[in-house]
Every structure is written in C-alpha cells, then in structure tokens.
C-alpha cells in the first residue's frame, strides 16, 4: 500500500502544473472571446485562486512520494512532538 | 451546549445566504448594469466574499480562536456577520446615494465572508471539545445540519414575505422588489441578539480553558499548523482527501441542483424552491444519522461512500430531472391551450403595457407558461423592438413528488459527507492549533471547491453546449480526485483522545 501511495504522489505531482496550464489557457481563451469586465473578473478571480491551491496539491504529491503519509498519527495528540 | 452553538452557527449561514438568494433583487436595488463601477463591484461582491474572503476569515479568526479561546471568537464572528447583514438591509439604493451604496454593499458583504470564515471552525471545535469521546460524531452533526437549515430559513423567510405584503399576489411580489427584500435582512438582527444572549451563557470550552492554565496555548498558530510539515500534511490531507470532495457533493445537491431545476429545467420560480425546501426538511435528520453512525464506524467510509455514490449517479439523476420536465417529447393537448391578454395604460401617454399569457397543456400534467410583455404604442407603425418573454413550467403532483425524490437523494449523499466532517476535521489536529488548523481546509473545500460549483458547472455548459449535463464533470471530476485520495491515504480512525 505504501509503494502505491508513494506512486500516486508523482501523480499529484504532475496534476498541479497541469492544473495550471488547463487553467490559464482557458482563462486566455474566454476573455479572448467575450472581452467584457465581467468575464475578466471571474477567471482572474479563478486563476489567483486555484495557483495556490495547484501548488497545495503539489506539496501534497512530494509529501506523498517522500513517505510522509506511510504513517499516520493515531492521535491528533502525536503531531504536537 | 449543542443547541447554543448551532444557533449561532444556522443564523450565520441564514444571513449568508439571503444575499445569494436575493441576487437578483439586489442587483437592480445596488448594481445597475448601466453603470460600469457599480457592475464592476457586483462580480467582487459575488465572487471575492464567498471564495477569497472565507479562507482569509478562517485564518484570522482560527488564529484568534487559538490564541484568546473559541467562546469570545465565535460571539465576534456572530456579532460582525449580523451587524452587516442588518445594516445591509438599511442601505439606501442607488438611486438615492449613487455609488455609495454598492460600494458599502460590497463592505458589509466581504465582513459576512470574513465572519463565516471563522464561525464554522469555531462552533466546531467548541461542540467536539465539549463531546463525550465516544459521541463526537453525534455531538457535531448537529454544528453540520445547521448550513443546511440556514439555507431552508432564508428560502422560507423569503417566499413568506414575498407572499405577505399584499393580498394579491403580484402587488405583493412587485412590493418585495420594491422593498420587501429588505425584512430578510432585518429580521436577522432578532435572531442574532438571541444567539447572542444564549452564547454570552456560554463557557469556555474545557480543553482551550486547561490549555490556557497550564500556559500551553500556541504562541503562533498559524506558523504551527502551516509551517511544520506535521501538521501542514495533514491540512493537505484533509483538503485534497475531504472537504473538497465534500464542498462539490453539497453544492451540487442543493445549489446546482435549484439552479438546473430552475434555469435549464425552467420550472416555476415557487415550485423550484419549494422542491429544495421539502427535500430538505425530508433529509436533514439524516446528518444526525450519519454523524452518530460515524461514531460506531468510524468517519472515513461513510464519507467516501457517500462521494462515489454522487459520482455515480448524478448524470442519471440529473438527467431525470430534465426528462420530467422536457415537453418536447410530450403529447400537447391542444384544446386545452389558453391566451390571456392584459393591456394597461401607462397614464398621460396613449401608450399600453401588454402582457400576454400563454399556457400550454400537456398530457403528462406539465403546464408551459410563456408571458410575453411588450409595449402597445398609441402610434400604430411603432413596434417594441425586444419583448420581455419569460417562460416557466409548472408540474402536477405525481411530477412535483418525484423531483422531491430526486433533490432529497442527492442531499442524501450531502448528509454523508458533511454528517461526519466535523468530527473528522477536529481529530486531525491537536487543541493548540484545531480552530486555525481545521478551518482552512474546510473553507477551501466548502467556499472555494464547492462555492464555485454551480459557476463552473454553469460556465461548462455555456463552452459545450451540446450537453445539457457537462457542468456535472466538475463535481465528478472533483469527488472522484478525492475520493481517490481519501481511499488511499486517510486511515478510518475515531480518535477517542483530543483531550492533549
């Protein structure tokens, strides 16, 4: 289980940048074709908010391919060591 | 303790969503599209509150709730959150203050998102400190019913007013729009002096109180939960293996479903949210369910199971709720049909407004209502060039149950995965940094994954028209990712001690 985890982590990984390009290519592609504020707003507001978010799900897959999730706390008390 | 709590919390989401509710309305009172900074502050006001606002409110708030305890915290999130919404309630329109008054509606709108932020977080942590280690589930699906029943309040409190300030119908809706919608908002201020009353009986919980004696309460919690990698892998689990997930299966199963029901499926505007309301009324005991059973079972699963069943079944079930309403594969009956003409006379000019009502009947008890309005002229060679042309349906009692059915399993699913979240967000993280810990994640998941599923879902459809359902890829797409996730990598666990 613990390899298949660490797997998927590249997964995550590579789903973040991918993320992104999808994200500001289609942003682009929409203002393009309806140029108005409102359309800029909303993928703008989008693509700010999702960055961050992309760049969370790639932590995550490092974390992942690094064996930080092999073990988990059984307690939320062991993750105040 | 729990009652107290969820008071506080259900009118906090009331007061959310009455604006989103009554978007339209406040449009035309505060943002008039004629006017391009006014139209300007409508999209910042839709799309900065619900989806940038909260996570920031839940780290200025979760750190407070961590740092001076979570009692204080939540009654200041309860008291900003009215505050706004009455005052929002008071604002006078645009005709009269110009571009002050979207600008203060963009204010008091962005402190409701900060609050919100740091409400759920707070209510939360507070239920599950308070909880018997064995029933934290139960204790905190009552903290989970209440987004639910805020929703069911505002959609009552609008349509009773929308109702009650005439005895005919139209005078009383054309009233509402006028001035009417204000009382939604004003209303609020009783319901938060109440909360308000009961929270200030409150105590602190017990574990921030020992924490705090003890002198073991964190010096810096957001730089604990988001700088140490312990911690930050769990914030991340619980993002991209939880509330993300959740976020889209709750608002595709009461948000995007109204709005699919009510624009694509173009039912009628009371029928629509009366469908929601009973649906509702009919599932929420379930987030009890739900939240107790995790206790016995633990949160994972049922969580998850609840994700692959929406995933499953929301093309089929959506596509359901399309056939019963799509007349184009239904008998007319012809001789039924009905045109009802209406003239007014605008006074001093010569001229009428016509409306034209037309009703077809078919044989599957489907009623097509088409108003078309348009001006007569006094002058016969003048034509209005663009009639306002609305059309709703309206179902019989068989078609009206069975859309019922629909929306309630999807909030079936809804109960699943947000019954159980509570408790599973609180064992994640020790109490030093829980509030700021837990309420991140979940107002990305929730407001940003979940918030903009009906935009999304509604955007997909207008790039690939060909599909009435693409706008359900986003919710799959999204809960399959996370279902993913969350299979793999959470452990099925109830932590019978946070008490550290």
């Known amino acids: 289980m613990n390899t298949i985890k660490r797997f998927a982590g590249m997964v995550w990984i590579l789903m973040g940048p991918a993320a992104i390009f999808y994200l500001i290519k289609t942003a682009s592609e929409e203002i393009t074709k309806k140029p108005v504020l409102d359309t800029k707003i909303q993928w703008i507001v989008f693509v700010i908010i999702f960055i961050p978010i992309a760049i969370g799900l790639m932590i995550f897959g490092w974390f992942a391919l690094k064996g930080a999730y092999d073990r988990l706390p059984k307690s939320s008390a062991d993750l105040e060591d | 303790m729990i009652l107290a709590s969820s008071v506080g919390t259900l009118i906090e989401w009331y007061d959310f969503y009455i604006f989103g509710s009554l978007a339209t309305v406040i449009a035309s009172q505060f943002f008039p599209k004629t006017n391009p900074t006014a139209a300007l502050l409508s999209t910042l006001a839709t799309f900065a509150a619900g989806f940038i606002v909260r996570p920031f409110g839940a780290l200025v708030f979760g750190r407070l709730g961590d740092l001076i305890g979570r009692k204080y915290t939540f009654m200041l999130t309860l008291i900003i959150m009215g505050g706004s919404t009455f005052a929002i309630g008071l604002i006078p329109s645009y005709e009269t203050i110009g571009v002050f008054a979207p600008i203060l509606v963009l204010v008091l709108r962005l402190l409701q998102g900060l609050a919100l932020g740091g409400e759920y977080g707070g209510a939360a942590t507070y239920v599950a400190e308070h909880a018997p280690a064995d029933r934290r589930g139960y204790f905190t699906s009552w903290i989970q019913t209440t987004a639910t029943l805020g929703l069911l309040l505002s959609l009552g409190i609008i349509l009773i007013t929308r109702h009650s300030l005439d005895s005919d119908l139209s005078t009383s809706i054309s009233k509402f729009n006028d001035w009417g919608w204000r ?96 649906a509702i009324v009919f599932a929420t005991p379930l987030f009890v369910v739900f939240g107790k059973w995790s206790d016995k079972v633990g949160r994972k ?37 009905e045109i009802n003409t209406k003239l007014i006379p605008i006074s001093n000019t010569g001229n009428s407004i016509r409306k034209v009502t037309s009703t077809r009947y078919f044989k599957e008890g489907i009623r097509l209502i088409e108003e078309k309005t348009d001006t007569l002229y006094a002058e016969a060679a003048r034509v209005t060039l663009k009639p306002d042309i609305k059309t709703s349906k309206l179902l019989n009692d068989e078609n009206y149950r069975m859309m019922i059915l629909i929306v309630f399993i999807m909030i079936v699913y809804v109960t699943m995965v947000y019954g159980p979240i509570a408790a599973f967000l609180v064992e994640l993280f020790p109490t030093k940094i829980r509030y700021t810990s837990m309420s991140l994640p979940y107002h990305i998941g929730n407001g940003v994954f979940g918030g903009l599923t009906p935009f999304i879902a509604t955007l997909l459809t207008t790039i690939y028209t060909g599909d009435k359902l693409v706008g359900l890829y986003y919710p799959i797409i999204i809960a399959g990712v996370c279902l993913f996730i969350g299979a793999l990598y959470i452990v099925n666990r109830k932590d019978p001690n946070i008490n550290n």
């Open chain 2, 183 to 278: 009382i939604p908002f004003l209303v609020s201020i009783i319901l938060v002096a109440i909360s308000i009353y009961i929270r200030l009986k409150m105590k602190e919980s017990p574990l921030f109180s020992k924490l705090k004696t003890e002198g073991k309460t964190s010096v810096n919690p957001l730089k604990e939960s988001f700088a140490h990698k312990g911690n930050l892998k769990m914030v991340l689990l619980a993002l991209f293996g939880a509330t993300m997930g959740q976020g889209v299966v709750w608002y595709t199963g009461q948000f995007y479903a109204q709005s699919f029901i009510e624009n694509v499926c173009k039912i009628d505007f009371e029928q629509s949210r009366t469908i929601l309301i009973w």
């Open chain 2, 301 to 337: 699963w049922i969580m998850l199971v609840g994700m692959l069943l929406a995933i499953f079944t929301y093309r089929p079930l959506f596509h359901q709720l399309f056939s019963i309403s799509d007349t184009t594969n239904k008998k007319e009956q012809v001789t039924r049909n």
